[in-house]
């Protein structure tokens, strides 16, 4: 955190939630040009501590992820409730979220209570080591999207 901020710096993700990954992938890649996709399915199996509004959860979701500074990131949710899913059905598909780089998933999650925001999900284990992890904060009323912090793995 820098000085009385917890986030600082420029978004590093652009989160878009879709209904399907794949076929979001072909409309970018229509309209612009855009070709070298990651496409990872994240859940139980690869990552841990998963939780959706502070109670244990599992869920799953399909992710589409292109380029950096900012990174593009389609997510469509699979198995399981969870914000998601719940963003979808409330507002179809757009703009769900914009990451930060933090240097603590937990100590921004303790700020961000402080400050009033709470996490609605979060998650560890982006790493291949099992390291690093993401939280989702309710910024909706104040932003119209959520705001995520993303902790890099080692």
Known sequence: MTGNRIFSGRPIQVGIVVPDVDAAIERYRALFGYDDWLV??????????LHVCGEPAEYSMRLGLHGSDPQLELLQPLEGDDILREWLDRHGQGLHHLGYEVASVDETIAAMAGAGFACLQH???????GSGGFAYFDTERELG???????PAN
């Open 145 to 151: 999207y959520l705001v995520e912090a993303l902790e």
């Open 40 to 49: 990872v399915e994240n859940g139980p199996w690869n990552l841990h501590g």
């Open 123 to 129: 998650g560890y284990g982006v790493g291949a080591d």
